[in-house]
T-cell receptor
Framework: KAGVTQTPRYLIKTRGQQVTLSCSPISGHRSVSWYQQTPGQGLQFLFEYFSETQRNKGNFPGRFSGRQFSNSRSEMNVSTLELGDSALYLC??????????FGEGSRLTVL | GDSVTQMEGPVTLSEEAFLTINCTYTATGYPSLFWYVQYPGEGLQLLLKATKADDKGSNKGFEATYRKETTSFHLEKGSVQVSDSAVYFCALSDQAGANNLFFGTGTRLTVIP
């Protein structure tokens, strides 16, 4: 069974640009969550989508947004990138509460 | 707000040593508690969980007991192996049915032969 797939794995952007990250969940999983991981703040919850609806949202500015498609694939977008947005962005899919299956992440560097 | 505090690493142990990684939490209500593990080159994965006070989660020889009186969920293993080398994360969820977890900062464990 294929795991959670995230693309791209690595990307470099400059301040002010925007970026879109993609996540394909495990087949049959309808919940997709996004997390930001940084050395200083650790893992922080961004948002969760379930059946194309945002179910929960973390404490991030409106520049961070996401969506989920009918096939459960999800994208997150960060607009007007700042240096502090450099991080590993992790996607996780789930069938049940708390049992998350994480992808390997998309590492974003903002110059 | 909700938070998780776990012991700083890194932790280095010899094979067959006893492992404890401390985790304490702050939360309103009755959270569910988790330990996640990240092996080298792999994504985070759930190791064990406990959903109510006094529950014991266990998996792969690891155990953790939900202690409400001390707000703790310490991870233990009686005899570690080289293959247990990984980063361990304690986490909590304060919303039933949701997947917005609060994670600790992670503890890197290295087991030497």
């Amino acid at each position: 069974k294929a795991g959670v797939t995230q693309t791209p794995r690595y990307l470099i952007k400059t301040r002010g640009q925007q970026v879109t990250l993609s996540c394909s969940p495990i087949s049959g999983h309808r919940s997709v969550s996004w997390y930001q991981q940084t050395p200083g703040q650790g893992l922080q919850f961004l948002f969760e989508y379930f059946s194309e609806t945002q179910r929960n949202k973390g404490n991030f500015p409106g520049r961070f947004s996401g969506r989920q498609f009918s096939n459960s694939r999800s994208e997150m977008n960060v607009s007007t990138l700042e240096l502090g947005d450099s991080a590993l962005y992790l996607c996780a899919s789930s069938l049940s509460e708390g049992k998350l299956f994480f992808g390997e992440g998309s590492r974003l560097t903002v110059l | 707000g909700d938070s998780v505090t776990q012991m700083e690493g890194p932790v280095t142990l010899s094979e067959e040593a006893f492992l404890t990684i401390n985790c304490t939490y702050t939360a309103t209500g009755y959270p569910s508690l988790f330990w996640y593990v990240q092996y080298p080159g792999e994504g985070l994965q759930l190791l064990l969980k406990a959903t109510k006070a006094d529950d014991k989660g266990s998996n792969k020889g690891f155990e953790a007991t939900y202690r409400k009186e001390t707000t703790s969920f310490h991870l233990e293993k009686g005899s570690v192996q080289v293959s247990d080398s990984a980063v361990y994360f304690c986490a909590l969820s304060d919303q039933a049915g949701a997947n917005n977890l609060f994670f600790g900062t992670g503890t890197r464990l290295t087991v030497i032969p």
